[in-house]
């Protein structure tokens, strides 16, 4: 009995934690499976998005008085959460898709391009 409450409980919170987690996330407008970094904003009037006979291409574009380096943090520490691979810092690899996080600084604003090509040889 005490096996199955905890069964329960155990449910109830990682419910309660997934909710609370989709709704602290905001996503990347042409990348929905791309979570935007808290503190950067989305410029989408930058994005690039079409489809090809390999699979899709998108380039989009985010800015904010954020570093570089808690960029590159946060997209190693969240992208493998989402099925992503790191094979390279700023570079994942998912499901015959790669994604190339840039972080670009000029003053105190960085610019943080993503860039999804489907890999060669599909």
Do not use: C
């Amino acid at each position: 009995m005490k096996h199955a409450l905890r069964i329960g409980l155990l449910a109830v919170l990682l419910l309660f934690n997934r909710q609370a987690l989709s709704q602290d996330l905001t996503f990347l407008s042409a990348l929905e499976d791309v979570p935007l970094m808290e503190g950067l904003q989305e410029a989408t009037q930058d994005t690039v998005n079409f489809d090809t006979p390999s699979g899709r291409i998108v380039e989009s574009y985010a800015v904010g008085n954020v570093t570089k380096q808690s960029v590159l943090s946060y997209y190693k520490g969240s992208l493998p959460a989402l099925g992503w691979k790191q094979i390279a810092m700023g570079t994942f690899m998912r499901e015959g898709e790669y994604l190339k996080i840039s972080v670009s600084t000029q003053d105190s604003n960085v610019t943080v391009h993503f860039a999804l090509s489907p890999k060669r040889g599909n």
